[in-house]
């Protein structure tokens, strides 16, 4: 199945907006005619992408379509059946071992005998050997989401949203230009996700970092992306690819604006359309 063309670019030729700094040409992720079975069951269907630098792309779709696989292979935890994946011009296993790719899973996977400082700086500790002598201090990290009072405190001791904002430190504390997200923040209520949001928002407007998010929420996506594109049931394939061209940066007014309730729309209605 062919990715098909949208409004005035095909789907993967998307250009980034560098937020907080220049997107190296190097942080892309390309996929070509990508596909994933297991066994008899097609899981995604083959199909091209092309994210650019510094670029936010949001992958929305039906429960079971195939968007974390598809993200499982961009971050070389699954061989794709047909086809190839490059993160970062690299296969994404190697791209990965080089701390290239971070991922921020649903789950925030905080170990409960590590403080949330130990949490926030696992990453680097396990991969000590890939870490430039720079990278971001994960300390610093938990002031900028507003855990810096909690450094001490261990897993048990927070809340949902507070481990999750640990598990972004950890991801952003390795430095890797591209970072991915698998329904980071499905498991939280609705106020807290709200703030969550906003505050990846603020993050990324610091950085140039390319990030690839699952989600199943349409405002979410359309909060925080440059690019929605709309899944069809498995195996996933793009229906549609929604251009997000809303100011940056964006804070929470921005969800009133007639703009963005218009973006929301045309995605519920493509989403309609490939389920149908």
Not at 22 to 50: C, R
Not at 235 to 246: S, T, Y
Request: net charge positive.
């Amino acid at each position: 199945m062919h990715v098909p063309a949208v409004g005035s670019r095909a789907v993967g030729t998307g250009e980034g907006r560098a937020r907080g700094g220049t997107a190296t040409a190097a942080a892309t992720i390309e996929l070509a005619g990508v596909a994933k079975s297991f066994g008899a069951l097609a899981a995604v269907a083959p199909f091209d992408l092309h994210v650019a630098a510094g670029e936010f792309v949001s992958v929305v779709g039906p429960s079971g379509c195939g968007k974390s696989t598809l993200l499982r292979m961009i971050a070389g935890l699954e061989r794709p059946s047909a086809g190839s994946v490059s993160v970062c011009g690299e296969e994404p296993a190697s791209a990965r071992r080089g701390k290239h790719i971070a991922v921020v899973p649903q789950a925030p996977g905080l170990l409960p005998w590590r403080t949330v400082e130990a949490n926030a700086s696992l990453l680097l500790d396990v991969r000590r050997r890939a870490n430039p002598a720079s990278h971001p201090d994960p300390a610093a990290l938990l002031d900028e989401v507003g855990l810096g009072a909690f450094r001490r405190a261990h897993p048990h001791q927070l809340s949902g949203g507070m481990q999750q904002r640990v598990a972004l430190v950890r991801a952003f504390a390795l430095g890797a230009p591209v970072v991915l997200m698998d329904e980071p923040f499905a498991a939280l209520d609705e106020i807290t996700r709200a703030e969550m949001r906003a505050l990846l928002a603020r993050m990324l407007e610091r950085r140039a970092t390319t990030v690839v998010f699952v989600t199943h929420s349409i405002a979410e996506a359309v909060f925080l992306s440059d690019r929605v594109l709309v899944c069809t049931p498995r195996p996933a394939a793009v229906a549609a690819a929604i251009e997000v061209d809303l100011p940056r940066p964006r804070t929470p007014a921005v969800e009133d604006d007639p703009r963005f309730v218009r973006l929301c729309a045309s995605a519920r209605r493509a989403l309609h359309e490939a389920m149908a």
